[in-house]
Nanobody, 121 residues
Framework: QVRLVESGGGLVQPGGSLRLSCAAS????????MGWHRQAPGKPRELVAT???????NYADSVKGRFTISRDSAKNTVWLQMNSLKPEDTAVYYC???????????????WGQGTQVTVSS
């Protein structure tokens, strides 16, 4: 019913930039919070940034000042602009969105398949 498709990952040198995109599609009634999480090898998945429908944002301390989250609510799309990337940013990045569908009417969390970000020289 709902599909989240991420793009924009890849290999970048330290200090470089990447921009991740996530588009939600399906029988969407409404979308509340959208965000990004990441999981590095051997570590638990962690929150990176979120943005709610009103535009308020929240960031992990480790990415504040370097990453910027934004969204287009009409297009159910969220972006993550990542600047000044560090090797410790290497992880699989997952898009997450809280969405209500025409079928369920109640919001539920949906995840994308993940996109690899590797920061290395």
């Amino acid at each position: 019913q709902v599909r989240l498709v991420e793009s924009g990952g890849g290999l970048v040198q330290p200090g470089g930039s990447l921009r991740l995109s996530c588009a939600a599609s399906g029988t969407i009634l409404s979308t509340d919070a959208m965000g990004w999480h990441r999981q590095a090898p051997g570590k638990p998945r962690e929150l990176v940034a979120t943005i709610i429908s009103g535009g308020n944002t929240n960031y992990a301390d480790s990415v504040k000042g370097r990453f910027t989250i934004s969204r287009d609510s009409a297009k159910n799309t969220v972006w993550l602009q990542m600047n000044s990337l560090k090797p410790e940013d290497t992880a699989v990045y997952y898009c997450k969105a809280r969405i209500a569908t025409f079928q369920t009417l109640k919001p539920a969390d949906y995840w994308g398949q993940g996109t690899q970000v590797t920061v290395s020289s």
